[in-house]
Structure formats: C-alpha cells, structure tokens
C-alpha cells in the first residue's frame, strides 16, 4: 500500500497521522467530545429492548453491564443464548455486570497476574461500551473479544478497557463478556441441538451490535472483530457467520488476530463427548439434567481435575475446547477466513516471538526436561525428521537447553506456523492480510518470558497503567515501552479506521503477499522483514519454497 496524500488527510483529520501528539490527546477530532455528550453526565440513549442510561469518564459516554442475550440459568443453562426480553424504564448502565464463572485466586499468577476477578455469576451476557458521542457520527466500531485459555478473563477488566481506543481513534468500542469453561465449553451431543454456547453468546453479541450500535454514534456497516489468544480463535469462528437480514455480507469488515491457537485441533463430536464424560465423572453425574442442579461454583472446581485429565507433558493445557458440531461450527475456524463470507474480511495477524514461554519458562518440571524427552514430543510434529527438528532449533538459540527447544517447537505449532499457513494461504486466494511478529522481550523473571504470550496487549491498548498489578512487564524500559506502544496502538486504529495499519512515522507495513511475504518486526526498533519466518516454515514445510 502507498501512502498517498488523499490517504494521509484522511488519517490525520481522524486523528490518527500525528502519532504521540494526538494519543495524548492534543488536538484532532480523537480529542475532542461531542458537544452532547460532553453536555450530559448521564447520557441516555433509547434502544429497542428499552432506555439506558451510562455516565460521562473522561469525555467519554460509557454504558457499562448492558444485557445482549437472556441470562443463561435454570433451563437455559447449556442453550445457545436466547433474546433478551428487555425492560421497562430506563436501566442504570454505569456497572459492569458479572463476570462468567471461571476459577480464580487472589494475587493471580506471576506472569500476567489475575485474569478476571470477582462478581462472578451465570448472569454474565452482557457488553460495555464506549463512544466519544451519541450522536450519528457513523464511527467505526471495534469490538473486543478477550481471551484466556477458554477458562477466564471478562470484557470487564480494566486491561480491556476501550477508553484509549475510543478516545484516540474516535471510535465506538464494544467488549464482550460471554460463557467460559463448563458453561460455556461442554458438548452433550443432544438430539438436533448444536454445543458451543461461548459462540453463540459471541453471536448474539454481534448481532446485538449492528441493531444497535448507530445510537451510541457507531457505524453498523463499518465493523472491526479483535480479539487474543482464545478471543482470536473466536474472531475466526465468527467469520463464517451472517446475518439474516443480509445472508451475502459478513457481521464484520475487518479482524484483528493476536497470537490465535490456530494450531489446536478442534475436537469432533465424538472426540468432545469423551470429555464430557470425564467431566460428568469428577462431579459423579450422570447426564445434563443432573448437571444443571449443580451450583456453578462447583462447576468451576471441576476445571482443575479436568486439567489432570486432559493434560498431556509438552502441550499447552486446554481442559475445554471449541467442538466440531456441524451446527455452529462446521469446520476448522482458519478456513472460515478463505472462503465464503470471511474471504472478504480484512485480516491482520501476528503473534509474540516466544509465545510458549508464557505457560512453561517458569516451569521447574519443565526445566529438567530432557532431549530424550523432547525428541519424543517432537515426533508428533516432525515424525522422523525429529531430530533435524531438535537440531535446528537448537543451533538457533546458542546455549539452548531442552526446554527451550520445546517452547519454540510449542510457540511455532501452535501460533506462529499456523498463522502464517492463513497468511500465506489469503495471499494466494489474493485478500488482503498484514502479518507481524511482536519481538520486544520483558526483562521480568530474569528474562526467562522473553516476548511471551499476551506481552503484546498492554502495547496494543496503550494503556499501562491499567497492568500495574501484571508481573511480566517488570522492568521494561519506559521509553522503548512508550514508543513501541505508540506505534502499534496507532497502527491498530489505522487498520480499525481504514482497513490499512499504516502511519506516519511507522516504516512501510506492506500486505503479507506471495512474492514479499512482509511482516512487521514490532521491538525497539520496528522492521519491515520479508519471510521473517520463512526457514521454520520450510522445516516445517520441506515442500514450500
């Protein structure tokens, strides 16, 4: 892409171009509030479903904890998410609503720290939004889908907070809190019923966005879907899905994926209905009806033994996942961007150079791996070129210990190979996609998460002091942080605004293509590299030029 000078005007008068001077709210149309929201400490604006009244925070209308499908209890529980029936009056929209059940302990982890804190509860369906005006402006809209290993996190968290986006961007943004673990996860295989009630919950959520979002000054046609990690795998699974009013264009025109688990095979009905039976043993249930009379906090408690049952030594663990149904997900989500409605998305992808890092650098069993044992997880990949495998990754990181040959074998299987398997396989059908690799390491933990899984978020949203309490960005350097934040933060609103993420003063971030394969080296100083991955996909892939 050129950057030509209609182009430019157009960002710069959306309050994009200028880079640091506008994200900190100097000048442009991003910084300033619509006269009527500014106006009003308790916006107000009229859906369908009823009134809802939100509050003004920084110069921002924000409606908080706004119900998008009937709470999921009693009968409903493990049912694709049904209308909301609405309310009478105007309802209070300045509280984010409950999270969705998820375990939790106080103080979190030492990598990310918590994801997802208390009110829990199953009346969890409901989005957040942020706007600069309800007005009709027609903004873009960005909707954001977290992620979190299909177990935790919530649209809620201040992390995810669309303040910055809205703001700096001018735009409307949306994130979503929907079913997790069990509740959201188990498949029953019942008669002519489908499973994946988290997709459902995330349908609804979208489709309750383009009825509704031109009151908060959005643009119902001018939609982009960004999520992380398990969010990501969501934003490709939604791709397929239309709406009936136009059964020819997609829910959304633009998805932004951030390290998706694209490499995890999506289990079949069957395959799903063994760890249900699993599940149902730890609980000493014997089918649906008797699972529905238990408390959802013991629901929860079960997660930690279905990690012992389903866990196997050199994976990521996933004691829930995603089901091949053949109702609400037919085939693997990556497809879903190369044909049919999702072809025609905007697609930009990345991932974090060290992804796996983030489950197991900290690992002391990990640690002790040997090469016996990492050959043998090898082979489940490379088969008998296991130990050229081994070799490669070895000579790459000089000093490498075992563990570390399996974390980049781990980071490429299940992120950075398939990601670039979509990149390449959209560049040859011709739809646009922008690759990038997040490259910056976090010194925390004496350098062991180097770039890690979900560093990349914070940077993204721009917003730091909202990760105060997350361990892993320990002792970055605040210039190199606020830089490399800048630049990426702008570049999403970029892609968010015009279907294109460059910017001045970024270097040229050319279409991921079969001749240039482009991809963005994001790190203290930011990279155009072409085939920045092209040796591991040709070990990989010794077939591929």
Not at 214 to 239: E, K, M, N, R
Not at 258 to 286: C, H, N, V, W, Y
Not at 398 to 425: K, N, S, Y
């Amino acid at each position: 892409m050129t950057d030509d000078p209609s182009r430019r005007k157009v960002l710069k008068n959306s309050g994009v171009l200028a880079g640091a001077a506008l994200l900190s709210g100097a000048g442009g149309r991003a910084a300033q509030a619509s006269p009527r929201t500014a106006a009003e400490s308790s916006p107000v604006v009229k859906l369908p479903s009823g009134r809802l009244r939100g509050a003004t925070e920084g110069g921002l209308a924000v409606f908080k904890g706004v119900p998008y499908a009937a709470p999921p209890v009693g009968a409903l529980r493990w049912r694709p998410a049904q209308p909301h029936p609405g309310w009478q009056g105007t309802r209070d929209a300045t509280a984010f609503g409950p999270s969705a059940p998820q375990p939790y302990r106080e103080g979190g982890d030492q990598v990310l720290g918590t994801h997802g804190s208390p009110p829990f509860d199953e009346d969890c369906l409901t989005l957040n939004v942020w706007t600069p005006g309800t007005d009709a402006a027609k903004r873009p809209v960005m909707v954001w889908i977290h992620g979190g290993g299909f177990i935790s996190g919530s649209g809620s968290m201040p992390n995810y907070s669309g303040e910055t986006f809205s703001r700096d961007g001018d735009l409307v943004v949306v994130t979503v809190n929907y079913r997790l673990g069990p509740l959201g996860y188990l498949y029953f295989g019942e008669e002519g019923a489908g499973g994946n009630f988290w997709l459902t919950d995330q349908l609804a959520a979208l489709r309750w966005v383009r009825d509704n979002i031109a009151a908060f000054g959005g643009d119902p046609d001018d939609i982009t879907l960004a999520g992380q990690s398990g969010g990501a795998l969501s934003v490709a699974a939604l791709a397929g899905a239309r709406t009936a009013r136009r059964p020819v264009r997609p829910l959304f025109r633009r998805a932004i994926l951030q390290s998706p688990p694209l490499g995890l095979k999506i289990p079949t009905r069957s395959e799903s209905l063994e760890r249900t039976a699993a599940f149902l043993d730890i609980l000493g249930a014997k089918n649906v009806s008797e699972l529905r009379a238990v408390p959802w906090p013991r629901l929860i408690a079960a997660t930690f033994d279905m990690f012992g049952r389903t866990g196997r030594w050199g994976y990521w663990s996933t004691p829930f996942l995603p089901v091949i149904d053949g109702v609400t997900l037919d085939r693997d989500p990556a497809d879903l961007l190369l044909g049919g409605a999702g072809a025609d998305i905007d697609v930009l992808i990345g991932w974090t150079r060290e992804e796996a890092n983030f489950a197991f650098a900290l690992s002391d069993p990990y640690a002790a791996a040997t090469k016996e044992q990492v050959l043998a997880r090898a082979r489940d990949t490379f088969g008998n070129r296991a130990e050229q495998a081994y070799t490669a990754y070895q000579e790459a990181r000089p000093g490498a210990r075992p563990v570390d040959v399996l974390m980049d074998l781990i980071t490429d299987d299940l992120f950075r190979m398939p990601a670039v398997a979509l990149a390449e396989r959209r560049a040859a059908r011709g739809r646009p996609v922008w690759a990038y690799q997040f490259n910056l390491p976090t010194p925390a933990h004496g350098g062991r998460l180097a770039a890690a899984h979900c560093l990349e978020l914070p940077f993204v949203f721009n917003n730091f002091d909202k990760w105060s309490q997350a361990p892993f960005l320990a002792g970055l350097n605040p210039r190199v942080r606020d830089g490399l934040a800048s630049t990426m933060h702008t570049a999403w609103i970029s892609f968010i605004r015009t279907g294109d993420p460059n910017h001045h003063p970024m270097p040229q971030w050319g279409r991921y293509d079969q001749d240039t394969r482009t991809t963005m080296a994001l790190d203290s100083v930011t990279t155009s590299v072409g085939d920045l991955a092209g040796y591991w996909r040709r070990l990989h892939h010794p077939a591929e030029r």
